[in-house]
């Protein structure tokens, strides 16, 4: 039998049917599970297994937002009163192995797509001690983050503390953000510098 009949096999297809319909069964008993450890949990909102949350009491999901493996939310309460450290609005697609260090600030809008592996952050590690290991120097809140309605963060990509990207602004592939991106704008490099506008 050629490879083509293979893969075209009907046994296969129902084998692939079956464990999407066990990782959805799957999906949503853990979401179910999960949720209550959010500040707010909205309507259909899906995380996937695994998940690493720290302190997700201070975390805000929206409606219909699809968070999948290996997410990291690692929230702390840097302000100290109990409010929610990171927003996620409605409708927001966020990759496999996410990290969001959301310390004081962190608020993603409605319809954001953000690819794998994206690390977003508000908060750094102090250096400034040349006889202390950097690990010993502690950490700190550096700026708020938002990521406005309809924006792409490319996979790979790192959004540094103080960053605003603008509505449907795009961020490429791999790219370091060190500075706000203008909405409807194309982004991209190491630090990301402005590629060409998006035409409206």
């Known amino acids: 039998m050629s490879k083509n009949k293979l893969n075209s096999h009907p046994c ?3 084998i692939e049917g079956l464990l999407a ?3 959805s069964v799957v999906t949503r008993v853990y979401s179910a ?3 209550s450890r959010f500040a707010g949990w909205g309507q259909k909102s899906r995380i996937e297994f695994p998940s690493k949350l ?6 805000i999901v929206g409606e219909h937002v699809r968070i999948c493996s290996h997410a990291w939310f690692n929230a702390k309460d840097n302000r100290r009163d109990g409010r929610p450290t990171l927003r996620i609005g409605d409708h927001t697609y966020i990759g496999r192995m996410v990290h969001i260090n959301a310390w004081q600030d ?3 809008g409605t319809d954001v797509l953000i690819g794998d592996r994206v690390t ?3 908060a750094d590690h102090h250096f400034g001690d ?3 290991p950097i690990r010993h120097q502690g950490d700190s809140f550096m700026g708020p983050v938002k990521l406005e309605t309809g924006c792409w963060i490319g996979s790979g990509a ?3 503390p103080g960053v605003t990207i603008g509505r449907n602004a795009v961020v490429a592939a791999n790219a370091v953000v060190t500075r706000d991106v203008p909405e409807c704008t194309l982004v991209g490099g190491v630090p990301a510098k402005i590629i060409r506008k998006i035409d409206i």
């Open 12 to 14: 296969k297809h129902r």
């Open 21 to 23: 319909f066990i990782h």
């Open 33 to 35: 599970l999960m949720a």
């Open 54 to 59: 720290m302190e997700p009491y201070l975390v």
């Open 106 to 108: 962190v608020e993603i």
């Open 120 to 122: 977003i952050l508000d």
């Open 130 to 132: 040349v006889k202390v």
């Open 158 to 160: 790192v959004i540094l």
